[in-house]
């Protein structure tokens, strides 16, 4: 099998992508912190049991026919969701708190590199059981 058809490469590369997109979408909190009515925004959370079962789904699809296949994101795993409570709202009615922002980005920036050395390590073992490791 290969290394791109695993279960775990397919789920480190939606968790890196949603994370990517969570930094995208941060940053633009963080550069309309100053415009009148704006809100908030953060990404609805990866759920992890979803990503496995689209991730089993489409193992058993791509087993069945014999095709190869390209991971595919849910529609819905990216969806953009406004802040409804926020605890702080500025009297031009702007409900970005660069504090909390600046601390989700460290959160996304520490996911990021958690998942990259998940990642490596996984590539690493993929490499030695197959005898290829350092080449």
Known sequence: MPLQDTALF????DRMRWLTQRQRVLAQNIANANTPGYQAQDLR???FRD???ET??????ASADGNS???KTAANAYKVQDNRYP????????AVIMEEQVMK?????ADYQLTTRIFRKYTDLYKAALGTNGQ
């Open 10 to 13: 397919l789920m480190t590369g």
């Open 45 to 47: 959370a990866l759920d």
């Open 51 to 53: 990503a496995l079962r």
């Open 56 to 61: 089993q789904s489409n193992l058993r699809l």
């Open 69 to 71: 296949f390209n991971a």
């Open 87 to 94: 605890y702080e709202v500025t009297p031009d009615d702007n």
């Open 105 to 109: 980005l460290g959160q996304t920036q």
